[in-house]
């Protein structure tokens, strides 16, 4: 009998958890879409290519939508239970809440080992793979972008001009560079011969320049200087050619996998600031999965109160609980990185004041207690009067 309640529960909470884990995961798409668009249409990127960056995203939305989706489904899913009177007749076959605690605790470990796994391991290789793409994308940008007698400002700073390209591509003749990087000093540079060689360790795509001069002037327009080079390298700053300066080129603490992570705060020497950020993300890749546990336990008690309004208070409840707990993460976090509390008390207080205030919900209403005591109760009321 446990068995047959245990999957109808588990079947009213699975529903609506894929429906919105879909519907989240596509609005978060939405906010990337215009820039994938943008790369796309504008930049000649192929769909091959923005297929693969959208599916490299997908692991940082459902660090966000997992925790998100589950929620809201035991809200909805017990919500409707309760409604249409179901629950009291569990209840009054014998059946202790705790009893129907099972099919919710299964999808919250579910949704937990799924979220821990995607911060552990998914994450951080969608981030290398992202980064090794774009690096690739924008090594053909570059390349195959330069055409021959055409000026090209695809590059930050600097406008390129190549008499002649042969057929395979391999390097360009008769190079005219206008280089505005120092503002002060620009510089205009001549070279028979140009070639583009990528390092894919230092993620740099450089102009090699043979047999050519650099001719610059002063502010003024007072002073000439000519330099006269047998080869001269350009580092292409690519990031305006692959659609920003965000793309994520380098790693930082928030792109690392948890050794790496490790690894790094051992380092000797390291900025407090620096060490404060690394231990942050440390606790960040256990918090957020263990977030799913704490949903389950306060989804119970606020699914199944008293209420007759429809399907849309469990999204509602579920959005004010979401805001509550990143608030208080932001907010931990933030006391963290400035030593007002420890960075692991200020990472998991979102995780310890909603878990008590869970486990406080959840013991009330197993007792068929109110959640707020009685003398608060009159006092609000006594207020309102």
Not at 74 to 86: A, F, K, Q, T
Not at 298 to 314: A, D, F, N, Q, T
């Amino acid at each position: 009998m446990n068995k047959v309640i245990s999957k109808y529960i588990l079947r009213e909470i699975s529903i609506p958890f894929f429906m919105i884990l879909f519907i989240l995961t596509f609005v978060l798409l939405m906010g990337r879409i215009l820039q994938l668009m943008d790369l796309m249409i504008n930049k000649g990127i192929n769909f091959a290519d923005i297929a693969k960056l959208v599916l490299y995203l997908m692991p940082s939305f459902f660090m966000i939508t997992i925790p998100v989706s589950l929620l809201i489904s035991i809200l909805m899913g017990l919500g409707r239970l309760s409604r249409d009177n179901e629950m009291v007749v569990l209840k009054s076959s014998g059946l202790s809440l705790y009893q129907l605690m099972p099919p919710v605790a299964f999808a919250s470990l579910c949704a937990f080992l799924i979220t821990a796994m995607t911060g552990f391991f998914l994450i951080p290789y969608g981030n290398l793979a992202t980064r090794n793409l774009l690096f690739d994308i924008a090594k053909q940008k570059a390349s195959i972008g330069i055409k021959e007698r055409i000026f090209n400002d695809d590059f930050a700073g600097l406008v390129l001009y190549a008499e002649e390209i042969p057929p395979h591509g391999d390097y360009m003749k008769g190079v005219f560079i206008c280089d505005n990087r120092m503002l002060k000093e620009p510089a205009t540079i001549i070279a028979k011969k140009g070639y583009l060689i990528s390092n894919p360790k230092s993620m740099r795509v450089t102009l090699r320049l043979k047999d050519g001069s650099i001719h610059t002037t002063n502010e003024d327009l007072t002073t000439y200087k000519k330099i006269d080079f047998g080869s001269y390298d350009i580092n292409l700053d690519l990031s305006e050619s692959i659609g920003g300066k965000n793309n994520p080129i380098t790693k930082d603490s928030r792109e690392m996998s948890l050794p790496e992570l490790i690894r790094k705060s051992r380092i000797p020497g390291l900025k407090k600031t620096v060490l404060k950020d690394l231990i942050i993300e440390i606790h960040k890749k256990f918090t957020i999965p263990f977030a799913c546990i704490i949903f389950g336990i306060i989804g119970v008690p606020l699914g199944i109160s008293k209420h007759r309004s429809g399907k849309s208070r469990g999204f509602v409840i579920g959005l004010i609980v979401i805001m509550i707990y990143y608030i208080i993460q932001l907010g931990g976090e933030a006391l963290g990185e400035t030593s007002t509390l420890s960075p692991a008390t200020g990472t998991w207080m979102s995780n310890a004041i909603l878990g008590v205030t869970g486990v406080y919900m959840l013991t009330m209403t197993a007792k068929e207690k109110p959640l707020i005591p009685a003398c608060i109760r009159h006092i609000g009321i006594w207020k309102f009067k």
